[in-house]
């Protein structure tokens, strides 16, 4: 049976134990916090957590001391330390007390999450130390999926990307923008937007970042081919990518399992599930099928109903009551007897033949993607500032001085990319400085010459956000990176990155869109750019 594993975080400021607390919660771990670190000691003495992150720096309390004492009694416990005053002493002294990371403030969550993952069941999925040419020549022929997107490795080291598309079933495909040979795309951000019969309009975003060298022109002519959700047809472009080793990072391999009898239905499923890129494994028993998903860690199990007549519905009892997190999709005929039972057992989906690609399709999107899609980014906290944002102003844990302008109220504290901006900062525990502003700022105002060659003098670095129409899909960027020199020397760099707005100039993308609009500015923000790394 699964256990959830715990987290103890001690540190007397509120907003590093909110952080940690968001932190790990994603990741799903229970999380205790304590500000009183006579409470957090008495808490860590008193229950077997998984882990301790402990601060040093603890008011008039030391955190050491608190770790020695916690060693008399608790020698095993894994402990990781979190600092903003780091020292050699306190470094010499946690390594001998065994501590299994020191971690400077400001973190980012993957530094505080990956020590705490080797220990316990939340294993990273892949090595992102891993290249592509490293990687077992079996994993090549798996696509990799981020989000509703997929992608998979050339024998020349190019990436073949695509997408699959939802809500499909009662409309259909009329036509499809691709991007241009030659055009650099990103993570997240529009790869392809497809127009449908019924007047709207979907993106799908690139699974990777690099520079696209072919497209499938075959779309063009007939775009119904996305439809079927074939892979190595229905591909939109060859990439040459930028950075392998963090497309890894952040895609999947999505495991299926499909359980099922004998017979030319169950064939055809199978394949089905193949031909979506989608690993799937399968068994013909149920006690095989339950030792897979636990061995595996398979999210999505996909039963052939028919072969089981009137076990299936035992057998889905089974899975739910011994598998953790499994979703579970049931193949039917129409009519049959056992629907009842499947829909009392809260299945995921309960499908009736002749099931479609255009339907598997959206099924396994909707079963592997999470919330997020759906999730409002916006707060409701009642605030007197004005919600616009001009400026946003940080030193990053390289030591950079560093300013984002924004320009066309593209960033508002309240919602959309602002809005996370501002919390995922907090999130990783950086001090920020944030103007607000009452009117319109745009970068073809006078004003702002002057403005950016002050900020220039100021910073490190500087990034410029704005809309501009560049003839491409809403929410496709171009980043131009260029080096400046002020008084405190020549080797600085300044960012403009031109946002594709919508129509209606009204700056609302996906949730999709803005995340990634969203991460790839912070990640500006917070990295070590060379001007050599452009």
Partial sequence: MYNQPSILVIDDETYICESCNRIFSQAGYKVDTCINPDNGFRQALMNNYNAIVLDLKLGKKDGISLLKGIRKKKPEVPVVIITGYPTKESKKMSAELGVLDYILKPFEPTEL?????????????????????????????YYRFFESSWFNLESDGLIRIGGHLSNLLNTTIESITLPEPGSIIYRGLPLA???????????????VCGKITKVNSNLR???????????????????????PEEDIKESEIRKILFLGRKSNKEKDYFNQLIQMGYNTIKANSIDKAIEVINKEKIKVVVL?????????????????????????????????????????????????NPISNKEMADVLNCAFCDKRHSEILESNKPSLLPKTISKISITNRYGK??????????????????????????????????????????????TEIQNILN?????D???????????????????????YGNSSGADNIITTISIQPPVCYKIIFDNITTRSLADLIINEMTSNLRITDK
């Avoid at 900020?455 to 910073?459: A, D, M, S």
């Fill in 113 to 141: 999450l990956e020590p705490i993952q080797k220990i316990t069941f939340k294993e990273p999925a892949v090595s992102y130390k891993t290249i592509y040419t490293q990687v077992d020549i079996k994993s090549r022929t």
């Fill in 193 to 207: 937007e497809v127009t449908l019969s019924n007047k709207t309009k979907q993106i799908i975003p690139s699974a």
């Fill in 221 to 243: 002519k007939d775009p119904s081919v996305l439809e079927k959700s074939v892979n190595q047809e229905s591909w939109i472009a060859i990439v040459n990518p930028e950075n």
């Fill in 304 to 352: 052939d109903a028919i072969t089981f007549m009137d076990k299936g519905p035992e057998y889905v009892k089974r899975i739910k009551q011994e598998c953790n997190i499994t979703k579970i999709i049931g193949l039917n005929n129409p009519n049959s007897k056992f629907e009842i039972l499947y829909r009392e057992n809260r299945i995921f989906y309960y499908g009736v």
């Fill in 401 to 446: 001085k560093v300013a984002l302008l924004a320009y066309d109220d593209l960033l508002q504290n309240n919602q959309g990319i602002g809005y996370l901006l501002i919390r995922n900062l907090i999130d990783r525990s950086y001090p920020i400085e944030a103007v607000h502003c009452r009117s319109r700022k745009s970068l073809s105002d006078t």
């Fill in 455 to 459: 900020e220039k003098e100021k910073n």
């Fill in 461 to 483: 670095r500087v990034i410029i956000i704005h809309n501009k129409n560049l003839n491409r899909i809403p929410g496709s960027i171009i980043k131009k990176i260029e080096e």
